[in-house]
């Protein structure tokens, strides 16, 4: 068990809490309500091993990048607690269930899981070639609902699933403006690597004014979320915190001190996923 633990370990498993709330969305809104609980269960085990997929070969695409960079050195891959074999085993395997879970979820589901699968495994090399990677890891990220809402659905390209691309915009921007905010304490090692992120190419300031910008247009596309979907009056006192937690986000972050942009990375954005869905979700099963 050692090997599964150590593989746990090496792509933060726990976090993939925080990351279910965007399928869950996308779910709750495309069958509004629940879907029933083999759809529920069969997202669930899609969103996990997307995420371990791509946390997986994150690690493993980044581990020489990341032995230049002090704040990342102590990786597993790098100091060589974790085997490459191992990474890749682990990675294979949710490759699997990813596949297994997306053809159980609908023949549409399954169709398009290459496209997902694409963007999962290649997001961690955009970065060498394009400082665009930002918005391409937020557009990776918003397959999530998405792909909930097809395994709900089996349908994506009609009018009334117009909410769903809402969602992909909205999660690519809402997470390509906080990894703006990430990529800043990176800055240096991204140039010395010759790497491509808008901070180290265009300047702290102008990332954190280009987030900022994110943001303020992620508030405006939930709110188009709520308004084709009618949601009740939960979904909007939630969209109200949301707004208060960006605008603490961004508060903590100034171009000249950064020391607190954990907080506003890890901390404050599972606080907004959290409420987005529980917002969600209130406004569908109690009001």
């Known amino acids: 068990m050692k090997p599964l633990r150590d593989f746990l370990e090496l792509i933060k498993f726990e976090h993939t809490i925080f990351a279910l709330p965007f399928a869950y969305l996308g779910m709750l809104l495309a069958a509004n309500g629940l879907p029933g ?7 669930t085990l899609a969103m996990a ?23 990342t050195a102590n990786r597993p891959l790098v100091t060589g607690a974790i085997s490459i074999r191992t990474a890749w085993v682990g990675s294979l395997l949710a490759l699997g269930l990813l596949v297994i879970a997306a053809w ?7 169709r398009l899981s290459p496209i997902a699968v694409l963007f999962l495994v ?3 090399y955009t970065k060498r070639f394009t400082w665009m990677s930002h918005f391409l890891l937020g557009f990776t990220d918003g397959l999530a609902p998405v792909g909930a809402w097809v395994g709900v659905r089996n349908s994506l390209f009609t009018i009334q699933d117009l909410p769903a691309w809402i969602l992909l915009a ?17 800055v240096e090692y991204d140039r010395l690597d010759r790497l491509h992120a808008i901070p180290a190419r ?29 949601l009740s009056w ?17 508060s903590l972050v100034h171009p000249d001190d950064l020391s607190r942009l954990d907080m506003a990375f890890f901390n404050i954005n599972s606080y907004i996923s959290i409420t987005l869905f529980a917002a969600v979700l209130a406004s569908l099963f109690l009001f």
């Open 170 to 186: 909205t999660v690519t921007l809402w997470i390509g403006g906080f990894d703006l905010i990430y990529a800043c304490q990176d």
């Open 37 to 43: 609980w083999v759809k529920f269960l069969w997202i």
């Open 122 to 124: 290649g997001y961690s």
């Open 49 to 71: 091993a997307a995420r371990t997929v791509a946390m997986g070969i994150n690690r493993i695409a980044d581990r020489y990048i990341d032995a230049h960079n002090p704040r």
């Open 104 to 110: 159980q979820l609908g023949d549409l589901t399954l």
């Open 234 to 250: 939960p979904y909007w006192a939630g969209l109200f915190v949301v707004g208060v937690l960006l605008f603490w986000e961004h």
């Open 202 to 230: 265009f300047g702290i300031a102008t990332a954190l004014h280009l987030s900022t910008i994110c943001h303020i247009v992620t508030m405006i596309l939930l709110a188009a979320v709520g308004w084709l979907m009618t």
